[in-house]
């Protein structure tokens, strides 16, 4: 494998790795606060008792996202130097003002997690809020970095030299907004029903439990709230890549041929050579009504783009449907959630709902790390769009597969580890049959 | 004007991370070296020390390379290609040290779980710091050329020196020693415990004398700017201030008046870093890249300056807040156990 791959490589892992941290940082908070301030509100035991087996659970992510983020922050360097000098002055801000955000999330993390019993309630929910805040605010911060590289702005380019920088316009750029909500929202979603499978999986063995019968309720609150907002978001996305990366989105939809009346093409499998993707599901004139709202609207193909600036259509492709198949499940299991509490509460009860929460759990990363796929795989070749090629921005550095099995490694443990210590918080402390229905004392 | 404050806050961040993130470091390596029949107590007051303030702690290396690439792009791509290995080290000690220390606290109580994950937690403790000395005394040892943007020195030059190994020892000790201090003053009514951690602060101050000569003597041939930089007015007498620092940290350890040992350890340990900026200045990485040479345009570094007022206006008093929270009385005892 050359340098570039194995660079891109340990790049996409690195950040595989940590969007899984950093999403369950920005959504275990606001769990956390809302269990909190459901106890303060109605002093029942069980919701504080909720939020403290959440915070440990929490405690354990925060200090895997803190270390593997300290990663990727050298990573940037350590793979991109190029990209680090030509974007640093540009798009440095927002990762300095994300510096900040860490730093307040980490004192408060600090303060919420050890200050149980050195703070008043109040303040120690108004301390959670801070981390909330905090971390939403960092990811954030980082995702218009992300944007400035999808829709650069802010700055001109003179015979290869930046000048005239903005770095107020670069972090606004045109691809912050959706991405910056699209990323928000999809971290509520992926925590929110993560943590309501957990919980669907203990409700199945033991029904009556009061504990996980309001975690459950919580979580699904935050999912079923923000999955709908998701689907509209990710049409707005998907509206603006349309306008800025035209053969970003030709990949996602696998189309080559610019044509009236565009077919959605769902799965499939899209060939380069002969510029045509077969066996896919068509939905006639789709697209075209999607992206321009006429069933006879233009959409630019991939035929458009010389093939040295093509991404790969079939990664690009096949995620974009994993995502939006990810997507519709969940949509379909709030749908199927709230109909339940609806027509017979509790959803204890309602013994298939739960089995297909608990199947449904990881749906909301698979979209995540399918998404990101999307917009990633989607730039290239490019790392800054139509300014600067991942090939001119790798290190120089020989040798590339050594830090990256390395780093690997590393994670693949850190990865099993926490699986296995989260498994621990739950099935030992915890044992289900401790906290069925009335006996609701201790704290 | 707005690239010198940027610097002054860099420079700033470094040592506050020495001071905060350097102690937690030193904190891993007693509870490497934790012996004795109170070798569980010892591991424990370092974990009680450290849990809620670690990660605060190890936000200003975050805030330095954020400065640094915002404020310094060249410098911080020149820095990442020519010490990427030592740099890529140094990650996977800061990757093992943070979760091996959480790992500790949520896996199983059971003593051999306990000391599996200490041991990691301690040598990763190690790992680090030594490649931050070594990092941070080969971006002065004038081995690293930067051409064009481009390095020319290749991926080993300034790093393998005699001086560079000396500046990582140099920090396993300094560190080891603001660790014991700190915990002398932690231990507070612990009588055996403070004890324990009174000698090793002791120890380590007294071998930060001959560590420093040897990073001295190194520096001759290893770091001629810094070697030289000796020459200046100003030198004896941050010299002086610096000895002074250490003397009352040693005596203050002596005669167990530990607020006062803890107050010079920290200042000594200010006074060096300070002294190595004023060496430094104006050079990141000697010989070629300077603050100038290497500065994002005005524009970008007067943002930023703002960004930092305003955030040093939220941050500073959090962070006291937090500081007051767990250090400020001597609560030790109403802290839940570490498990
Ligand atoms: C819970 C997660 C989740 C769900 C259910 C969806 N997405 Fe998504 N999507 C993401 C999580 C995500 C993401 C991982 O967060 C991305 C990567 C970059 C970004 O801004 O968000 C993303 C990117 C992304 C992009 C590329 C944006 C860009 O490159 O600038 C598009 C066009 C869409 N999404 C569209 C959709 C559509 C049409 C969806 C469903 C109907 C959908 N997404 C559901
Ligand atoms: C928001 C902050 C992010 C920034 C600043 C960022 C930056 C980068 C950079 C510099 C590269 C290498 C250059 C390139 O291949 O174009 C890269 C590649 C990549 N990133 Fe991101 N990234 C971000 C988020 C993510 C996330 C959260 C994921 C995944 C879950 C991700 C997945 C990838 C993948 C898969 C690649 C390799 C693409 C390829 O080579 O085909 N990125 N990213
Ligand atoms: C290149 C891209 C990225 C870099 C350089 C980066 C850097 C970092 C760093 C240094 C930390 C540790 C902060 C600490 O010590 O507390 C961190 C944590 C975090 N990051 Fe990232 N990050 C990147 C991508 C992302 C993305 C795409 C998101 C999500 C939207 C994100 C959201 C977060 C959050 C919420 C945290 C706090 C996590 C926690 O405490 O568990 N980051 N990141």
């Given at each position: 494998m050359s340098d570039l791959i194995l660079a891109r490589s340990q790049m996409a892992m690195s950040l595989a790795f940590h969007i899984i941290f950093a999403a369950m940082g920005i959504g275990m908070p606001v769990l956390m606060v809302l269990a909190e301030g459901m106890h303060l509100r109605t002093r029942q035991p069980v919701y504080l008792r909720l939020c403290r087996r959440w915070a440990h659970g929490a405690a354990i992510l925060f200090a895997v996202g803190a270390v593997s983020g300290t990663v990727l922050s050298f990573e940037l360097g350590l793979l991109w130097p190029a990209f680090m000098d030509q974007a640093g002055a540009i798009i440095g801000m927002p990762f300095s003002l994300e510096g900040f955000a860490f730093f307040t999330e980490a004192i408060f993390i600090g303060v919420y997690f050890y200050g149980w019993n050195r703070l008043s309630p109040v303040l120690h929910w108004l301390a959670g809020w801070i981390v909330a805040i905090s971390g939403t605010l960092s990811g954030i911060f980082v995702v218009t970095v992300n944007a400035w590289m999808n829709a650069p702005a802010g700055f001109k380019l003179v015979n290869g030299h930046v000048t005239d920088i903005d770095p107020v316009a670069a972090a606004l750029n045109p691809a912050s907004f959706h991405e910056v909500v699209h990323m928000t929202l999809a971290a509520f979603v992926a925590t929110g029903f993560v943590v309501a499978a957990v919980h669907a999986f203990f409700l199945l063995r033991d029904p009556a439990n009061q504990f996980h019968r309001a975690a459950l309720g919580l979580a699904l609150v935050v999912a079923g709230a923000s999955i709908p907002l998701q689907m509209l978001s990710g049409d707005h996305s998907a509206r603006a890549v349309a306008r800025l990366q035209p053969a970003k989105l030709a990949a996602m939809e696998a189309h080559y041929r610019t044509e009236a009346g565009s077919p959605i093409l769902i799965g499939g499998i899209p060939d380069d050579a002969t510029r045509r993707t077969r066996y896919a599901i068509r939905i006639p004139d789709g697209l075209s009504i999607l992206l321009t709202g006429n069933p006879h609207g233009t959409v630019t193909g991939l035929e458009d783009f010389p093939e040295s600036d093509w991404p790969s259509v079939r990664i690009v492709h096949w995620s974009f449907d994993i995502m939006v198949g990810a997507g519709m499940a969940m949509f379909g299991l709030a749908l199927w959630s709230g109909w339940a509490w609806w027509q017979r509460p509790p959803l204890a009860q309602h013994r298939w709902l739960l089995r297909a929460l608990v199947a449904g759990g990881p749906l909301g990363f698979i979209a995540i790390e399918a998404g990101w796929a999307v917009t990633e795989a989607g730039r290239q070749p490019w790392i800054i769009y139509n300014v600067m090629r991942t090939r001119d921005a790798?290190?120089?550095?020989?040798?590339l597969g050594v830090p990256f099995l390395v780093f690997t490694a590393l994670y693949l443990f850190l990865a099993g580890m926490v699986a296995l210590l989260l498994r621990r918080q739950f099935f030992d402390t915890d044992g289900p049959a401790a906290e069925t229905a009335p006996a609701e004392t201790d704290v | 004007m707005f690239e010198f404050i940027v610097i002054v806050f860099l420079f700033l961040s470094l040592i506050l991370y020495a001071l905060m993130g350097g102690a937690d470091f030193g904190g891993g390596m007693w509870d490497l070296l934790a012996t004795g029949p109170r070798a569980r107590e010892q591991r424990e007051a370092i974990a009680r020390a450290l849990g809620p303030i670690w990660e605060a702690n190890h936000v200003w290396l975050i805030l330095v390379v954020v400065l640094l690439f915002t404020a310094f792009p060249p410098a911080f791509a020149a820095l990442t290609t020519a010490l990427n290995i030592p740099l890529t080290v140094m990650l996977v000690g800061i990757v093992l040290r943070g979760s091996a220390f959480i790992f500790r606290k949520y896996d199983s109580s059971a003593e051999s779980v306990q000391l599996h994950w200490s041991h990691i937690f301690g040598a990763a403790s190690l790992l680090t710091p030594f490649f931050q000395g070594v990092i941070v005394g080969a971006a002065v040892s004038g081995q690293i050329h930067v051409v064009n943007g481009a390095v020319t020195s290749g991926f080993f030059a300034g790093w393998l020196t005699p001086f560079a190994l000396a500046c990582g020892v140099f920090a396993l000790v300094l560190f080891a020693f603001l660790a014991a201090t700190y915990l002398t003053v932690e231990t507070g009514g612990q009588p055996e415990l403070q004890n324990d951690f009174r000698r090793r602060a002791l120890g380590s101050g007294f071998a930060l004398g001959p560590v420093t000569l040897v990073v001295y003597l190194t520096s001759r041939k290893g770091a001629p700017d810094m070697f030289h930089g000796l020459d200046h007015w100003w030198a004896p007498l941050l010299l002086l201030a610096t000895s002074l620092f250490a003397i009352g940290a040693l005596l203050g350890l002596w005669r167990r008046e530990f607020l006062l040992a803890r107050f010079a350890a920290a200042g000594q340990v200010a006074l060096i870093l300070v002294g190595w900026s004023l060496v430094q200045y104006p050079h990141l990485v000697t010989p070629d890249l300077t603050f100038a040479n290497t500065a994002a345009p005005e524009v970008t570094l007067r943002l930023l300056v703002f960004a930092l007022g305003a955030g040093a206006v939220l941050l500073l008093p959090s962070l006291a807040f937090l500081f007051y929270l767990f250090k400020g009385r001597r609560t030790a005892t109403q802290d839940r156990p570490v498990k």
């Open positions: 790798v290190t120089p550095m020989p040798g | -």
